[in-house]
């Protein structure tokens, strides 16, 4: 058998080939290599630590035993687009024909990578928010479009500065990425950005899409989505899904909603690539949508006092942490350690069992920081604040 290692290069597409591992992947090779330890408290992986409810996982048992166990359109049940259109009129205050205008994915990643193909054509530019979700830089690159990083900072609390995005845009500039509340920072936007962003986009022609899988995870109040702005439905791809808000990593559904002719083209690839998302989570998702709200509550407000928790404990170890208004992750500042983010994420899991993820996971702006997620347990917080206090005074000596 020929040795792989002699077979040449030109057998890989060079772009996906040239395509960095996920930083956060990368880095949990190791964590992996510490699963026997008992003592590993993990802030690393941005999961739910709740189970799906009971009468959600129910539906999708009931799917099953019904005998659902077929394809459904390419788009998604009509039942669950419904739903979906309903729910995001009455807290999103976007209106959509759920027959053209909604599509049913595999999660919210699948929703993006559609929306991203669908749109792109080579050496077009997309402009996105770091630190960010690690999968867009990525993305945008597969589908052979430019990524353009705008950067945000901590004074800003890592919200949008609109000069700063004005400065990114040029006539090759087709989109703008936005994900708020933002993975990693727990950072949001106000009303004002908002609309000086749809302002942006009308004149320039620009799309936006807009990530806001995050968004009931919002601890003040919540605003309508940018796609309900006057002007912007036309402009807007709004994606969203069901893992975090409520508790659903595994069900794997998200949902993009937008122009016809938009979501038609997404379902081309859709259609080629998955066919349709599983019926039995589709089913579950309805479910969800239909009477899911308080449960989805009571996780909110868990993650708050969780949130309050490991910020004061940053904040008093010495580690500057502004206080995130949405999603579940805190992004400290370790700039006073004197280590890089790797080198703090490493010497942190390895001298006292504590998993985060460095902040360069999410973009070089990420530098000096460290990703840290409260969807786990209170009591491990507390543990994992004392053990940083622990280790940000050894680093003194």
């Known amino acids: 058998m020929k040795d792989l290692k002699s077979l040449p290069k030109e057998r890989l597409c060079k772009h996906i080939a040239a395509l960095p591992k996920s930083g956060i992947r990368d880095f949990f090779e190791l964590v ?117 990083a705008l950067e945000t900072r901590e004074e800003n609390e890592f919200s949008v500065d609109i000069e700063d995005l004005k400065a990114k845009i040029t006539p090759k500039t087709k989109a703008i990425v936005l994900n708020f509340p933002c993975n990693p920072t727990g950072a949001t936007i106000d009303m004002e950005q908002m609309k000086r962003i749809a302002e942006i986009a009308i004149e320039h022609d620009i799309i936006i899409m807009t990530d806001e899988i995050y968004s009931e995870l919002t ?22 899904g069901f893992s975090k808000a409520f508790a659903m990593t595994g069900f794997r559904i998200g949902y993009a909603c937008g122009p016809a002719d938009i979501i038609g083209t997404m379902m081309k690839i859709h259609q080629y690539s998955m066919m349709c998302a599983s019926t039995a989570a589709q089913e579950a998702a309805e479910e969800a949508l239909k009477n899911g709200r308080k449960n989805m509550e009571k996780m909110r407000e868990e993650y708050r006092q969780r949130r309050n928790v490991m910020v004061k404990g940053f904040n008093e170890a010495g580690l500057k942490c502004f206080l995130p ?73």
């Open 32 to 148: 992996s290599n510490m699963d026997g330890d008992n003592e590993v408290i993990s802030l690393g992986v941005g999961e739910p630590d709740f189970v799906t409810p009971w009468h959600i996982r129910e539906s999708a048992i009931y799917s099953i035993e019904k005998g659902h166990t077929g394809y459904t359109s390419n788009l998604g049940l009509l039942s669950l687009r419904k739903e979906i259109c309903r729910y995001l009129e009455s807290d999103y205050g976007c209106r959509y024909n759920p027959t053209d205008e909604c599509i049913v994915t595999v999660g919210v990643s699948e929703a993006f990578d559609l929306a991203i193909r669908a749109i792109t054509n080579p050496g077009d530019e997309i402009i996105y928010i770091e630190p960010c979700y690690v999968s867009y830089n990525a993305e945008i690159r597969m589908a052979l479009g430019v990524p353009v």
């Open 219 to 240: 601890y003040e109040k919540r605003l309508p989505s940018i796609a309900s702005l006057p002007g912007m439905k036309e402009r807007c791809i709004f994606l969203h």
């Open 325 to 397: 208004r949405g999603a579940f992750y805190t992004f400290p500042s370790i700039k006073s350690t004197g280590l890089s983010s790797k080198e703090f994420a490493l010497r942190f899991l390895e001298e006292h069992k504590v998993a985060v993820i460095p902040g360069t996971a999410f973009g070089k702006c990420g530098e000096g920081y460290v990703r840290c997620c409260y969807a786990a347990s209170m009591e491990n917080i507390k543990e994992a604040v004392r053990r940083i206090g622990i280790f940000v005074n050894s680093l003194k000596k």
